[in-house]
C-alpha cells in the first residue's frame, strides 16, 4: 500500500515498523542508519508532511502537555525548549518497542507445535525449504535482515523508474544494468551451477547474495 503524504501518494510504500528496532538499516533503500535519522526523513520530505525544524518544534512548543512531557521524559528544565533531536528519540523510542515476540509462529519456534494450523506449517516449511529459499534472505525470528538485494520486482506500471538503493549509493551491484550482465556472465553461471551440485548433495546453502 503507497504511503500517502501531503501531496497525494508517495513514491514507495512505507516498511512495517514491526522489530525496526534490531535494525540499522532503514528506508527500502538501507539510506538511513539509525532511527533517529530515518525520523527525519518523513517529517522534512516535500511529499510526505512537508514539515520544517521550526515547523515541528513550534507546534509541539505550542502544546502545554508536550511541553511537560518532553521535559519529563528527558529529565531537563520545562522552560527549555523542545529540539528535534529530542522528537527522533522520542519516535525511535517508541518505535524500538513495537517489537513482535509472542507472535504464532514465535510460540511455534518456542515448541508450541498447535500454534499454526497444519497448512500453515506446510507454507513454513516451503518457506524455509530449499526450492523457494525464501528465509535465506528472510532470516528468522525477524524474517529480515540488515542485507540489501536485488530481487527482480518488476517497475511499478505507470510510475517513474525506481532505482532503489543503486539510485543514491553508487553501487555498481545494485544497479539492475550490472545486475542483468553479471545474471549472463559466465562466472554468474558457474555460481549457480556449484549451487545446484551443492544442493543436489545436500551440502550447505550459500549465503544469500546481497550487496552493500
Ligand atoms: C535474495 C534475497 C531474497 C529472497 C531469496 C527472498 N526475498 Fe523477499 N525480499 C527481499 C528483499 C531485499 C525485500 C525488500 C524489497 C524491496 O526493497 O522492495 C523483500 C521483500 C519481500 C516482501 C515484502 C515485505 C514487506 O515488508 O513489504 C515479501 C512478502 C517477501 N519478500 C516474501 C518473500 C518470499 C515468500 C520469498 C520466497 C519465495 C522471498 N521473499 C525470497 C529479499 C529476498
Redesign the pocket.
Known amino acids: 500500500m503507497p504511503a500517502r503524504g501531503k501531496d497525494g501518494i508517495s513514491r514507495r510504500?512505507a516498511?512495517?515498523l514491526w522489530n525496526v528496532g534490531f535494525l540499522d538499516r532503514l528506508f527500502?533503500d538501507g539510506r538511513a542508519g539509525s532511527l533517529e535519522v530515518q525520523a527525519q526523513g518523513p517529517l522534512f520530505a516535500a511529499d510526505e508532511m512537508a514539515n520544517t525544524a521550526d515547523g515541528v518544534v513550534s507546534t509541539l512548543e505550542s502544546n502545554a502537555a508536550y511541553r511537560h512531557l518532553f521535559s519529563v521524559a528527558f529529565g531537563r528544565d520545562e522552560g527549555k525548549s523542545i529540539s528535534v533531536k529530542e522528537v527522533t528519540s522520542a519516535l525511535a523510542a517508541f518505535e524500538s518497542s513495537l517489537v513482535s515476540l509472542n507472535s504464532r509462529y514465535d510460540r511455534y519456534a518456542h515448541g508450541d507445535s498447535s500454534s499454526l494450523s497444519e497448512q500453515e506449517v506446510h507454507g513454513y516449511n516451503v518457506?524455509r525449504g530449499f526450492v523457494?529459499?525464501?528465509s535465506?534472505?528472510?532470516i528468522p525470528p525477524l524474517f529480515a535482515s540488515n542485507?540489501?538485494?536485488v530481487?527482480g520486482?518488476p517497475p511499478v506500471p505507470g510510475a517513474a523508474y525506481d532505482l532503489?538503493a543503486g539510485g543514491l549509493q553508487a553501487d555498481a551491484a545494485l544497479t539492475p544494468s550490472s545486475a542483468w550482465r553479471r545474471a549472463a556472465s559466465p562466472d554468474r553461471r558457474a555460481r549457480r551451477r556449484r549451487r545446484s551440485r551443492a544442493v543436489r548433495s545436500g551440502g550447505a546453502l550459500p549465503r544469500?547474495?546481497?550487496a552493500r
Open positions: 510504500s516498511p512495517t527500502w518457506f523457494a529459499r525464501c535465506q534472505c528472510h542485507d540489501l538485494a530481487v520486482a532503489g544469500c547474495r546481497a
